[in-house]
């Protein structure tokens, strides 16, 4: 099959969940034999150079990009509020050099399916069925109007709370309204097929996310206690949460433990008023980190504070398959086929977060059996190989 994946940022370099898993699908794809094409965004958050890919990988996959402005602008914000459309969605959808692009490859392609990797690809589906006879996949990575709910829900700011409430409600109709255009649905988890099921369009669960033939569990240079956290840092959802840990439960810990370090990782700190102003005790602000593999390999308890969310955290899968103890809120865990206390560790208060961070810190063997059990989890139930063939065999009887 010829099979062209638009995603709205460059999955290449894969250090985000959404960019890991559109590139291991386009990877597992082009091993099975099929002819695979990516459309990406750059913006202004995630600039690329395409001759930076390696060759190994452009030999596997096709790679086109163009230029979006998804700039938040003030002016933009304020007339919005006089319109009835989803300010997240129009910011992606309104491209006319996307647009283009996009028309130039669908003519020249005579592809068989259109994978959009999320909702903010949505605004694009008319111009498809219009220069494409392809059959239309929604690769639903999130539930994204839940996400705004949860971090409305969680939101301080009366101002803030109430532009959100807002926004929620028009993803929530738009997102729901669209649902039924599509050939068929592809979430990334049971729980958001539930959200999503709600029209008559064949839907498949395909929750592998992650390569296992790359995850190699490392033990000898592993520091052991320490603490980490990998993920965007100019992501809302990832600073909210992060907040909340760092002013109820960070300062507990250190009076008890005033040696352990807690590593923070992720992309554009610099864009996180909180981290600058604060002086947090024996946190690490590390950064993007080159190699996110090896950043998780060397430390030993990851640590997931998050309140608002949807689909599967790629992360934690990612940390389970290295054989690392995850602390994680229920909603940071959502979409995972977890046992608390086996292969994961849940804690929703700050009492929780405390006990089991403690609990952890000394017990070396303890951690190791959980993350041996986590492991064997990402093993059986994420590899995206085995999830890819499926997935192309449900491909197939749709094309029919």
Known sequence: ????????????????GGSIVTLNYAKAFAKLGHDVTVLAMQTYKRKFNIEDIPCELK?????YTEY???KIKPLHLFVNLFSDKSYHIWRYGSSKNFAKKLV?????????????????LDPYLELIRENSNSKVIMRAHNVEFEILERYAEFEKSPLRKTWLKLQAQR????????LKLYDAIVPISNKDAEKLSQSDVPLFVSDGVIDMSEQLVETSTVEFPSLFYIGALDWFPNQQGLEWFFENVWNEIILKKPDLKFYLAGRNPDAWDFIKRKKLKNVITLGEVDDAYEFMKSKSIMIVPLFAGSGIRVKIIEAMALGKVVISTRIGAEGIDYIDGENILIADTKEEFIEKILKCVGDFELCSKIGMEARKLAMEKYDVNEKARKLIEFYERIRK
Do not use: C
Not at 171 to 178: A, C, N, T, V
């Open 171 to 178: 993803l929530k109709k738009y997102e729901l309204s669209r």
């Open 59 to 63: 030999k596997m996959i096709t790679f």
């Open 1 to 16: 099959m010829k099979i062209l994946i638009l995603a709205h940022k460059m999955p290449y370099p894969p250090r985000d």
């Open 104 to 120: 130039e490859i669908l003519k020249n392609g005579n592809f068989d399916i259109v994978q959009l990797e999320g909702l903010y």
């Open 68 to 70: 979006v402005d998804t």
